[in-house]
């Protein structure tokens, strides 16, 4: 019973921060857009300064926000009861939604450039936020190849994996970095050194923005990085499993029980014996990241 | 002899790793140094601009990479014929010293605003990093009142460890964060707008600062955080201490072996267990985290 309700209490710190990544993640976006409506003179697509508005507003939306919740899609709870396969679709698909929309935003930035007769490639900013696109960019690929698609060794899964999930923390966390490099850069462009250091209205304001994408961040690595928040690993899946199912052959469903070694002595057959090795591998190439 | 060979491959990956880390380090604080004395006019303390220039080489020589060294301290394998105690030390002085200089880069920031009338904190820049070097302070005060003195109960050493290791690599992070802020506003301010965007030696020369400390950053995130290059744990230390030598009450000595339980059927001292018990604790708190 006590341990029980220390599961609920953890559960609830689990929601409250969750709650808290959203509510900061949601207002990140809203101070974006308010920031170029109210400041920067709104949207269009005409290579104008416009244009160039869609690039900290898609970025802010899509590589930091849908990123940040890709991240930690695996560890919501009420996820845990769907198969693995289905949880791997809905990662990649939010990845591939926040790498559109960061490339759209980046065109939207050499479109600008470009119209304007301003050179492109010369900043930071904008050496660290290809090569992180490019890197998204290899990193979704692979991940697709060697997680979802069924072709690649459990060896190679389990190898990659740590790497994987390093890759995507560090990415996510210089995502940020990069969007506090650019948004600095953008207000002194703006507003001309001099004026941004007299603290003027839309000064505090964009740094009110890069404090909340940095409390996002690290909220969301926070929750990423707590082991007990871990999705269960599959071990249990065939017991239970309703009688007379059979177990996928490359992924097995998940369950929200633990009770790891309950089927230590049963006799396997040897395709049974295939899968708790790959469940293992799995795991070791989990268990060895965070 | 197989299991040998795995062990030893993976020490030359860990020397490769870290050699690279020193190398990328140094290389950053020559930078740091080439950019003051070759373009900026060398170091004075009179708050003029050269006493500015303060701020870049200690930041980048304190704040990221001793602290940097800070980070992974416990992780170099030669240490740990060490005593945990002195490893202790040996982490809260590293940082101590990265605290130090990252006060007086500070101070000779204000210092020159204030000679110069050029206001104070009104960038993203200072909003941050002002933020990390009181929550560094924090992270050091607490860190040698639970860790480092021997009066904090094992529960409450248990319960802080995941957070202090948290903490830790996220300060780091975001210093680094901040660095890369700071290097493009004082790029900025230094040739205007218009000239940086002609990627001039000068903006280069920076950019590829900026990158090298990406790199540091993203060397020492990834030797942090992989489980099986951490310290082993102490849990054999009556064991292999010399006859006669009595272990120390609260720090035991640690070893380079790791055959967990072999000791576990002696019969032990109540003082006995409780130092296992705290060993157990100890543990917990870090392998609840990375």
């Known amino acids: 019973a006590a341990h029980g309700a220390r599961k609920m209490e953890d559960y609830g710190r689990f929601l409250a921060l969750l709650a808290s990544a959203l509510l900061v993640g949601f207002a990140s976006v809203v101070l974006s857009l308010v920031w170029v409506f109210q400041y920067r003179g709104g949207l269009s697509w005409d290579g104008s300064e416009k244009e160039f508005n869609w690039h900290p507003i898609l970025m802010v939306m899509g590589f930091v926000f849908i990123q940040g919740i890709a991240v930690i899609v695996y560890r919501l709870p009420w996820t845990w009861k769907c198969s693995k396969l289905l949880m ?11 790498l559109i929309l960061a490339i759209v935003a980046t065109v939207s930035a050499f479109d600008f450039h470009n119209a304007s007769n301003i050179p492109n490639m010369y900043s930071l900013h904008s050496w660290i936020g290809l090569t992180v696109v490019i890197l998204y960019c290899l990193q979704l690929f692979s991940g697709v190849a060697v997680f ?7 060896r190679l899964r389990a190898a990659l994996m740590p790497i994987h999930v390093y890759s995507g923390l560090t990415m996510f966390a210089a995502v940020i970095a990069t969007a506090l490099i650019g948004i600095t850069e953008k207000i002194i462009f703006a507003l001309s050194a001099f004026s941004y250091q007299k603290s003027p209205p839309e000064g505090i304001f964009v740094n009110c923005l890069g404090v909340l994408l940095v409390i996002f961040g690290s909220l969301i690595l926070w929750m990423a990085s707590r082991p007990h928040w871990k999705r269960p690993p599959e071990e249990n899946a065939k017991i239970l499993s309703p009688i007379g199912a059979t177990p996928e052959s490359t992924e097995a469903e998940s369950t929200m029980t633990n009770s790891g070694n309950a089927d230590k002595s049963d006799p396997r057959s040897n395709t049974e014996a295939a899968r708790k090795e790959n469940i293992k591998f799995d795991e070791a190439g989990q268990r060895s990241t965070m």
Chains 1, 2 share one sequence.
């Open 148 to 154: 979802l698609l069924p072709f690649a060794p459990v």
């Open 88 to 98: 791997k679709f809905i990662h990649a698909g939010l990845n591939t939604i926040a």
